[in-house]
């Protein structure tokens, strides 16, 4: 994500990519490792020398929730805002973070998912939930994602959940093969699947009365990920506290 995404913001007019950390690919050019021409940015280990020299007014973050912690806190204390895409930060740590945010009277947004057709789905998913008395979420991913279930699983369970009134136990029945029925979150079965040539996919299935609701959505390339992180940025400088999920930054 990080190389895709830079590639993004290295092409787009009104964005300049001051700096750019890493912990591998250290002293080569963003542009250069983006197949463009060379930008004139070297990679750095350190993302608080980064921030000391090149006084960023955004820090997009795509890494794993350890390091996006760390690297949050570090950049809201140096009066810089977060754009975090990476997954797996907890409520506690949203809440520290808007508090954080507040006191530097400066925004930050957390967003599992910043492509469109995701927000979307989670969207009209949200509107489903008021309908339906029962639903199951199935997400697929590449074979590379570290964590499970995604963060936009769950972040699609929370924002169901929150339309429904009471939700319903699972139905009673004896699992033979453990997680045969998916992880339970916000009472929500959640099922993950990890496969090569996949890329980010979820549906979400709706079961009522005589009927099946299906609401899908298929990434299929990273590039989906960039018009959303645009929106992210250029509204994040105007923000104070903590915006969490991109649809709070979409008239929906
Ligand atoms: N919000 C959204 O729309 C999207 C979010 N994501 C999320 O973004 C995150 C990253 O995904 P993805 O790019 O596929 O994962 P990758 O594993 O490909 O990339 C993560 C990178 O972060 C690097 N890294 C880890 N710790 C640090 C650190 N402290 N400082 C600098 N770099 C660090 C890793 O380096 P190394 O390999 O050396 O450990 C690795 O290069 C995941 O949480 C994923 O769920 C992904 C796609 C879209
Ligand atoms: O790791 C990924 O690839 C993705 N991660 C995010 C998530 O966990 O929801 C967003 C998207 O699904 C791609």
Redesign the pocket.
């Known amino acids: ?2 190389r895709e995404m830079t590639k993004g913001l290295l092409q787009t007019e009104d964005i300049e990519v001051v700096g750019a ?4 690919a250290v002293g080569e050019d963003i542009g250069t490792l983006s197949g463009l021409k060379p930008a004139g940015v070297a990679i750095k ?1 350190d ?1 608080a020398e980064v921030i000391k020299e090149a006084r960023p007014q955004v820090m997009v973050d ?7 912690w ?2 949050a806190r570090l950049a809201v204390e140096e009066g810089v805002s977060p754009v975090i ?4 930060l907890g409520p506690e740590q949203l809440d520290e973070l808007h508090k954080m945010c507040e006191g530097r009277q400066i925004g930050a947004v957390v ?5 469109i057709g ?1 927000i979307l789905m989670m969207h009209f998913a949200r509107q489903a939930a008021r309908y339906f008395p029962r639903a199951e979420i199935i997400e697929l991913h ?1 074979e ?4 499970a279930p ?3 699983a769950m972040k699609t369970a929370e924002l169901m959940a929150g339309e429904m009134e009471t939700v319903p136990p699972l139905p009673k029945g004896e699992e033979k093969i453990a997680g045969a029925r998916g992880g339970i979150y916000r009472g929500l079965a959640v099922h993950s699947l990890r496969l090569p040539g996949a890329v ?1 996919h979820q549906e979400v299935i709706f079961g009522g009365q005589g009927q099946l609701l299906t609401i899908r959505h298929d990434t299929i390339g ?1 590039e989906a ?1 960039l018009p ?2 645009l929106l992210a940025i250029r509204r994040v400088i105007h923000l104070k506290g903590v915006v969490y999920g991109l649809e709070n930054l979409m008239e929906l």
């Open positions: 994500m990080g950390v890493d912990q591998v280990d993302l795509f890494t794993v929730a350890a390091a996006a760390a690297n895409g990476t997954t797996g967003a599992p998912n910043f492509s995701a590449h590379q994602k570290l964590d995604s963060g936009t980010a990273r990920f959303g992180l």
